[in-house]
């Protein structure tokens, strides 16, 4: 079946710095999404993007859709203690029923 | 304006037994969708439901079923239960139709199945 290929597979940060993560594919995709999962909870979506090229903000965190339209990246400036978790991004493929196709996360760890 | 609610919250069956968990989507939304997710695993979909009719489905036994009303409220079922299906189910509701922001998916709390 179709793959996102998401990376790094985990990330060990110091508060304060950036923090960076990207989703590629092979395929084409209408939507790209992000998602923040915290333990025992469900995933609560961060950004959505509908265009290749677009650029956008929540807060501290930058996504982008990729001009290829085959990938998306997410940036986290400033990190701090709550930005731990598991990020996840989804697409929606140009040529599917509707389905997303979801990477296998991002782990969130910050050093003590 | 209420979220996706899940029931239940936890649940503990033995093995062979079977299971029904219930999500309501958010009010409006017409798909619903289910992901199996283990400890340190991704989202493993499952399959989603469009006004009452099954639009997509994951690579999963038949023991896993699933149904959604005319209110767009779903269940999912697992028969004949194994200790590995011992995770967190979760639903997720969106409008579902051709708008490209129908795709954004909110989700429920999930339920934790621990199978004994």
């Known amino acids: 079946g179709q793959q996102l290929n998401q990376s790094p597979q985990s990330m060990f940060i110091q508060e304060g710095e950036d923090v960076s993560m990207n989703c590629t594919s092979s395929s084409i995709f209408n939507t790209w999404l992000w998602y923040k999962q915290e333990p025992g909870e469900g995933p609560v979506l961060l950004i959505a993007?509908?265009?290749a090229g677009e650029l956008t903000s929540n807060g501290r965190l930058t996504a982008q859709f990729g001009i290829t339209r085959k990938d998306s990246f997410l940036n986290i400036s400033a990190s701090i203690p709550s930005d731990v978790g598991i990020y996840f991004c989804a697409g929606q493929l140009r040529d599917s029923n509707y389905q997303l196709i979801w990477g296998a996360g991002t782990k969130l760890i910050i050093k003590p | 304006k209420a979220g996706v609610t899940q029931t239940p919250r936890y649940l503990i069956k033995t093995r062979g037994q079977q299971v029904t968990l219930s999500c309501s989507p958010i009010s409006g939304h017409r798909s619903v969708s289910w992901y199996q997710q283990t400890p340190g695993q991704g989202l493993q979909f499952l399959f989603e439901?469009?006004?009452?009719?099954?639009?997509n489905k994951g690579n999963f036994p038949g023991r896993f079923s699933g149904r959604q009303f005319s209110n767009s409220r779903s269940e999912m079922n697992v028969s004949t239960l194994e200790l590995g299906d011992s995770a967190l189910y979760l639903c997720?509701?969106?409008?579902?139709?051709?708008?490209?922001?129908?795709?954004?998916?909110?989700f429920g709390q999930g339920t934790r199945l621990t199978v004994v």
């Open positions: 997720a509701s969106s409008w579902g139709g051709d708008r490209v922001t129908n795709t954004e998916a909110f």
């Open positions: 993007l509908y265009k």
């Open positions: 439901y469009f006004s009452e009719t099954q639009r």
